[in-house]
């Protein structure tokens, strides 16, 4: 079973820069693909962004391509998310989750609720 730790959100002005950082333990870890996901008060679940096992895969929503970027260092055991150009509507709870590296797709990055294991969310806030 993987355990997973996100960390580095905060309050940010709009137009601000975070760093987001997922740490795994338990597994080996490249044998897992890892998301980023973020949810709003009222709204449901959404992907951010998506890493494949090896790094060498990565998918991002429109709504955050150009402005996020998801790297993994297996050594570490860690994914980051840098988020740059930070806007209000990023203001969300982001959590990251783990599934075995066949389920990674360069096509979407949604929850597999069942085959994901989650870690705890860190808020991220981006207000003036």
């Known amino acids: 079973e993987v355990q997973l730790q996100a960390s580095g959100g905060g309050l940010v002005q709009p137009g601000g820069s975070l760093r987001l950082s997922c740490a795994a333990s338990g597994v080996t870890f490249d044998d897992y693909a890892i998301g980023w996901f973020r949810q709003a008060p009222g709204k449901e679940r959404e992907g951010v962004s998506c890493i494949s096992g090896t790094g060498g895969s990565t998918y991002y929503a429109d709504s955050v391509k150009g402005r996020f970027t998801i790297s993994r260092d297996n050594a570490k055991n860690t994914v980051f998310l840098q988020m740059d150009s930070l806007k209000p509507e990023d203001t969300a709870v982001y959590y990251c989750?783990?599934?075995?590296?066949?389920?990674?797709?360069?096509?979407?990055?949604?929850?597999?609720?069942?085959?994901?294991?989650w870690g705890k969310g860190t808020q991220v806030t981006v207000s003036s």
């Open positions: 989750a783990a599934r075995p590296a066949e389920y990674y797709s360069d096509y979407q990055c949604v929850p597999y609720y069942g085959l994901d294991q």
